[in-house]
Antibody
Framework: EVQLVESGGGLVQPGGSLRLSCAASGFIFSNYWMGWVRQSPGKGLEWVANIRKDELEIYYVDSVKGRFIVSRDNARSSLYLQMSSLRVDDTAVYFC???????????WGQGSLVTVSS | QSALTQPASVSGSPGQSITISCAGASSDVGAYNFVSWYQQHPGKTPKIIIFEVTDRPSGVPDRFSGSKSGNTASLTISGLQAEDDADYYCCSKRTDSAYVFGTGTKVTVL
């Protein structure tokens, strides 16, 4: 059974940093593109970043470029999102996702809430 | 990177058909057939219901169907059922290899 379990969320002040982790199981992690999608409270979905299985291609939404870094450790079947210079509008539930279908997400984690507030 | 445009809400009675539009541009919806649709019930994680414009993952009822014309994609739900009451989001790959979601549509089954 495919499982994606996020951790590392919490309350952080504006300008602060946070690192999200996603532990994957139930599939060969190194065979898949992975990524992060976020959803602000009561709002819609927003694609944040994708990373190719060998890390040779990485893409970000414009609003996080230069502040967020996505990475992966295939040996540990883990995905990470290092977030810095956090802003109030980064407040959201962050979902770890697997891009298992052509151009589509087939599995979602339960999400990790990041709250940026003073 | 503007969100794709969806109607805020669509409603229908049980058994009816409804269609949700997803308007994009030649740099996203119009560029590829990598359009997908997701269903999200309150408090739940999204679930894929359509990928590559028209394909349904196994287990998704055939009352869900997708199409595309030019820069606009559409999701049709035929024979609306009570459990279809949910939020729906489209998503498309862009020519810069980023992805963009739609603004989301609240479907209400009357």
């Amino acid at each position: 059974e495919v499982q994606l379990v996020e951790s590392g969320g919490g309350l952080v002040q504006p300008g602060g940093s946070l690192r999200l982790s996603c532990a994957a199981s139930g599939f060969i992690f190194s065979n898949y593109w992975m990524g992060w999608v976020r959803q602000s409270p009561g709002k819609g979905l927003e694609w944040v970043a994708n990373i190719r299985k060998d890390e040779l291609e990485i893409y970000y939404v414009d609003s996080v470029k230069g502040r967020f870094i996505v990475s992966r450790d295939n040996a540990r079947s883990s995905l990470y999102l290092q977030m810095s210079s956090l802003r109030v509008d980064d407040t959201a539930v962050y979902f770890c996702v697997r891009w298992g279908l052509r151009g589509a997400v087939d599995y979602w984690g339960q999400g990790s809430l990041v709250t940026v507030s003073s | 990177q503007s969100a794709l445009t969806q109607p805020a809400s669509v409603s229908g009675s049980p058994g009816q058909s409804i269609t949700i539009s997803c308007a994009g541009a030649s740099s996203d919806v119009g560029a590829y057939n990598f359009v997908s649709w997701y269903q999200q019930h309150p408090g739940k994680t999204p679930k894929i219901i359509i990928f590559e414009v028209t394909d349904r993952p196994s287990g998704v009822p055939d009352r869900f169907s997708g199409s595309k014309s030019g820069n606009t994609a559409s999701l049709t739900i035929s024979g609306l059922q009570a459990e279809d009451d949910a939020d729906y989001y489209c998503c498309s790959k862009r020519t810069d290899s980023a992805y963009v979601f739609g603004t989301g549509t609240k479907v209400t089954v009357l």
